[in-house]
């Protein structure tokens, strides 16, 4: 499948600070727009229904999952969370550049489905961070911080499977490398178009 803007896909084991930058670099960047997921899980602190997520139950979320409602779902932390067709498809189409904050599961699902998105992992400078980073949060529980730590060993192994690894120490560098690969793959694209339709024009002139 393939749409004329492009997909940028980022995924991190919880608390790596996937969320705080890609909210920061849609702040600096007008052209891109964020995916709202739909959850089964409840909201965690002043989290809104469709802002963060759609939060829906589990069965609303399986009777979607029936109807091919979504690019791509998974199972994360025990909770489902998916891609809406209706979240992204319109916004594609009509060429804007989209972001997707999914796990790993989600991320090599839509490299599937669209093998030009760019997927970027974001990894905690180390293990101690990455728990502190959920405790500082606030709002995670104690035995939920304990099941997102060990899922995180599995997570992180997958980064392999990723176009770019940023490791998300010092902030603002995270997000200075986030906005080089956003701007990098801007101009790939955009020069592959023009090569294709310079092609298309040589075949053009062959054939008068
Ligand atoms: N570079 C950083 N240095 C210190 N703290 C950070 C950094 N980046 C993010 N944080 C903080 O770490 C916490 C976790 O960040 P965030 O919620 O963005 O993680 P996440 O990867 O989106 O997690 P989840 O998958 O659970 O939504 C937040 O309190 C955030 O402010
Ligand atoms: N495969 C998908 N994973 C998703 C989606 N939306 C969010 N997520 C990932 O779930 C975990 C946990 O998120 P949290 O908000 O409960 O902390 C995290 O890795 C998210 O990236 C989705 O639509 N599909």
Request: glycine content about 6%; proline content about 3%.
């Amino acid at each position: 499948m393939e749409y004329p803007g492009n997909l940028f896909v980022v995924a991190a084991p919880s608390g790596a600070g996937k969320s705080s930058l890609v909210k920061a670099l849609l702040e600096l960047d007008a052209k891109l727009s964020v995916s709202i997921s739909h959850t089964s899980r409840a909201p965690r602190g002043q989290e809104q229904h469709g802002r963060e997520y759609w939060f829906i139950s589990p069965d609303e979320f399986r009777a979607k999952v029936q109807r091919g409602e979504f690019f791509e779902w998974a199972e994360v932390h025990g909770n489902l969370y998916g891609t809406s067709r209706g979240a992204i498809e319109a916004r594609m189409i009509q060429g804007e550049d989209v972001v997707l904050e999914i796990d790993y599961q989600g991320a090599l699902q839509i490299k599937d489905i669209f093998p030009y998105a760019v997927l970027i992992f974001i990894l905690p400078p180390s293990w101690d961070e990455l728990q502190q980073r959920l405790i500082r949060r606030g709002d995670t529980q104690t035995e939920v911080i304990a099941q997102r730590m060990h899922n995180a060993r599995h997570e992180v192994a997958q980064a392999q499977h990723f176009d770019f690894v940023v490791i998300n120490a010092l902030f603002e560098t995270a997000l200075f490398d986030l906005k080089s690969i956003v701007h990098a793959q801007r101009l790939k694209y955009a020069s592959q178009r023009r090569n294709r339709s310079n092609v298309f024009r040589a075949l053009d002139l062959i054939e008068d």
